[in-house]
Structures are given as structure tokens and as C-alpha cells.
């Protein structure tokens, strides 16, 4: 079992920045791939970025890309979220989601942990 907890979450001004944080715990996530979604009010949950279990292809949703980066320190068990130049779309709960397998996913599906989600706002 792994257990997924998500920080870094708040309130920012549009333009602003912040770093979500993904702590693993139960055993070593490593050799799985990684990968954050979110979920705006009234929407359904949808992919944001993703990085295979060797921690290189990383990978993101075309809303995001170039302002989003993520990262993994598999020595500190950890998945981090970089967003810069935060808009009020990106507004919603972000969750961190552990796959089995190394290879890179944007489906739900294919995600077998998943964390609480922690809340992004981003205030125009």
C-alpha cells in the first residue's frame, strides 16, 4: 500500500506562484510513475502532468505547459508541482496519483493510489 499526502496548497493572486508537494509513505514509489490532476468546482477531474518512475519524459496538459513543472526526489519519496504564472483557471483541487507501472499515464485509470488533494485558488 502507499499513501499519498499533498501540501503546498493556498490562495494566490493571478501571475503568482506556488510548489505542491506529494510525501509517500507504506513503501518506496520509485519504480512508478507519478502524476498530479485536478478538479475545478463543477468539472470533472482531469490530468495535469505526469513523470515516469526513472523520473525523466515528463510530461503535461497543453492548459499548463511552460508554466507547470514537475519534478520526483525518489530518495525523499517525494513528487513536487512547480506552477508558475497562475492563472484563476487553474483554480481547484490538485491531487497526486502513484501508478504500479513506470510508464506514463493521462488516464484515471491507470492510477491506483491516490492522495486527499490539496486546494489551489488563484484570485484575479
Known amino acids: 500500500q502507499v499513501q499519498l499526502v499533498e501540501s503546498g496548497g493556498g490562495l494566490v493572486q493571478a501571475g503568482g506562484s506556488l510548489r505542491l508537494s506529494c510525501a509517500a509513505s507504506g513503501r518506496a514509489i520509485s519504480s512508478g510513475a507519478m502524476g498530479w490532476f485536478r478538479q475545478a468546482p463543477g468539472k470533472e477531474r482531469e490530468f495535469v502532468a505526469g513523470i515516469s518512475g526513472s523520473g525523466g519524459m515528463p510530461y503535461y496538459a497543453d492548459s499548463v505547459k511552460g508554466r507547470f513543472t514537475i519534478s520526483r526526489d525518489n530518495a525523499k519519496n517525494t513528487v513536487y508541482l512547480q506552477m508558475n504564472s497562475l492563472k484563476p483557471e487553474d483554480t481547484g483541487v490538485y491531487y497526486c496519483?502513484?501508478?504500479?507501472?513506470?510508464?506514463?499515464?493521462?488516464?484515471?485509470?491507470?492510477?491506483?493510489?491516490w492522495g486527499q488533494g490539496t486546494q489551489v485558488t488563484v484570485s484575479s
Open positions: 496519483a502513484a501508478r504500479d507501472r513506470s510508464s506514463n499515464s493521462r488516464r484515471e485509470d491507470d492510477y491506483r493510489y
